[in-house]
């Protein structure tokens, strides 16, 4: 079966906020007195918080503070987003014009909460989600990225089975939830993962943007197909 939908990650893929989020969980770590450099709470973006907390600290301190630091970096990723005006990524929108003009369906799975959504789209100036058929995002599952909650979520609304669909995202954690799914990962750089690691992660092809994803369309579907083939 040909892909008939992308599913688009959020952060870092089609707006730059890896940043922020990862500056939010650095300074709420610090606050509740752990030490975790910035950078590697970078590479830990796009995990959902409540994995993201006890891989960077242990499963015993995010027990203890775990809530504390979660509800920490919200406020301060509110503050983050209301101070700065984040930007949609090179090649965001085209993106999802041309998958539009090829039919294929839209959805958007993304590790943030509903709320962030809200917030970050704010800073942006400009809301995609009216361009989606489907938008999940943490809020609608119990257990977020990596975990395949929000891919089988979005299969659900789409009415598609995973061989049909084609997962497009930045980090490692997102190859993992596609490799769960069972749908094809597709990845760009424009995270802080190398094309490599993504390659290693389970990508059939890797970009170094959504632009550049546009431009080799055809060939990133065919690569998707051919996958979910073997």
Not at 88 to 107: H, P, S
Not at 168 to 177: A, I, K
Not at 185 to 201: D, H, P, Q, S
């Amino acid at each position: 079966m040909p892909v008939r939908a992308l599913l688009l990650d959020l952060d870092g893929t089609l707006v730059d906020t890896n940043a922020a989020h990862a500056a939010a969980f650095a300074d709420a770590f610090a606050e509740a007195g752990y030490d975790v450099p910035y950078e590697r709470v970078r590479r830990a973006i796009g995990l959902g918080s409540s994995f993201l907390v006890p891989e960077l600290i242990g499963e015993a301190a995010a027990q203890k503070d775990g809530a504390e630091i979660e509800k920490r970096t919200g406020e301060r990723f509110a503050e983050i987003a209301r101070s700065e005006s984040f930007r949609l990524l090179f090649g965001a929108e085209a993106l999802i014009v041309v998958a539009r003009r090829r039919g294929l369906q839209l959805a958007l799975c993304t590790a943030s909460e509903t709320a962030e959504l809200d917030l970050m789209f704010g800073s942006v100036g400009t809301d995609l989600r009216p361009e989606f058929d489907v938008v999940t995002t943490a809020s609608d599952v119990s257990e977020p990225k990596p975990e395949p909650d929000v891919v089988h979520v979005a299969l659900d609304r789409l009415g598609l089975p995973p061989e049909a669909c084609l997962l497009v995202g930045d980090t490692r954690f997102d190859g993992e939830t596609a490799a769960r799914a069972g749908v094809a990962f597709i990845g760009v750089t424009t995270g802080a993962w190398t094309a490599e690691e993504l390659k290693e992660a389970g990508a059939v092809a890797v970009y170094a943007d959504a632009a550049a994803l546009v431009m080799a369309l055809d060939e990133a579907l065919a690569a998707a197909d051919a996958a979910v083939r073997v």
